[in-house]
Nanobody, 118 residues
């Protein structure tokens, strides 16, 4: 069982920055990739950024160059630094622990609201 708790959301003006954090329970954090997803009202949940256990990263085209995902395996945390925020970044952001093996369990945090005012 893995529990994920996000923090760091809030209201920010366009062009501003926020840093999201996700604290994970469990000793298997370091052996798995971690991801950040977001869901805007009326839209499907989408992958924002992914970081592998070795630190390789992948980003959605819409956030490349503005967002940075990082992890601290010693503290079981993953972060999402969001810079140059735009109104279209407004969404609920979710931390994700994907299945380690195919068909295995997947875990989600409760979500944190990010609102960017224009």
């Amino acid at each position: 069982q893995v529990q994920l708790v996000e923090s760091g959301g809030g209201l920010v003006q366009a062009g501003g920055s926020l840093r999201l954090s996700c604290a994970a329970s469990g000793s298997i954090f370091s052996i798995n990739a971690m991801g950040w997803y977001r869901q805007a009202p009326g839209k499907q949940r989408e992958l924002v950024a992914l970081i592998t256990r070795s630190g390789s990263t992948n980003y959605a085209d819409s956030v490349k160059g503005r967002f940075t995902i990082s992890r601290d395996n010693a503290k079981n945390t993953v972060h999402l630094q969001m810079n140059s925020l735009k109104s279209e970044d407004t969404a609920v952001y979710y931390c994700n622990f994907p299945p380690i093996v195919r068909g295995g369990p997947e875990y989600w945090g409760q979500g944190t609201q990010v609102t960017v005012s224009s």
